[in-house]
């Protein structure tokens, strides 16, 4: 399956961006999917992820609150709306989608997923 990241952009702190993710196949829906970010010089993080129901969801402590995820099996779509968002939040955004839903697993482990998309940048400015 191959992930399409757009809607990355330059904005100014405290400003919005919603970021969206395109699937390639129909079986969207059966995939738990989630977003990672990566600093320069940093490791990948986890930000946050959404079941292939899309009845649960799960955030990093640094995004709760400001971030939301959300999917649209009609459109294979999955989204992650930015408010409130800080300089810190400067990164590329990655979107990536599991075979196996989370269970009780935490999502924040990147050896979970199984295809990854190529990144849409993101610059908060202060």
């Known amino acids: 399956v191959q992930l399409v990241e757009s809607g990355g952009g330059l904005v100014q702190a405290g400003g919005s961006l919603r970021l969206s993710c395109a699937a390639s196949?129909?079986?969207?829906?059966?995939?738990?999917m989630a977003w990672f970010r990566q600093a320069p010089g940093k490791e990948r993080e986890f930000v946050a992820a959404?079941?292939?129901?899309?009845?649960?969801?799960y955030y990093a402590e640094s995004v709760k609150g400001r971030f939301t995820i959300s999917r649209d099996s009609a459109e294979n779509t999955v989204y992650l709306q930015m408010t409130t968002l800080k300089p810190d939040d400067t990164a590329d955004y990655y979107c990536?989608?599991?075979?196996?839903?989370?269970?009780?697993?935490?999502?924040?482990?990147?050896?979970?997923?199984?295809?990854w998309g190529q990144g849409t940048q993101v610059t908060v400015s202060s």
């Open positions: 990536a989608a599991a075979i196996v839903d989370y269970g009780s697993t935490w999502p924040g482990d990147l050896r979970f997923y199984d295809y």
């Open positions: 959404i079941s292939w129901s899309g009845t649960s969801t």
């Open positions: 196949r129909r079986t969207f829906s059966y995939y738990a």
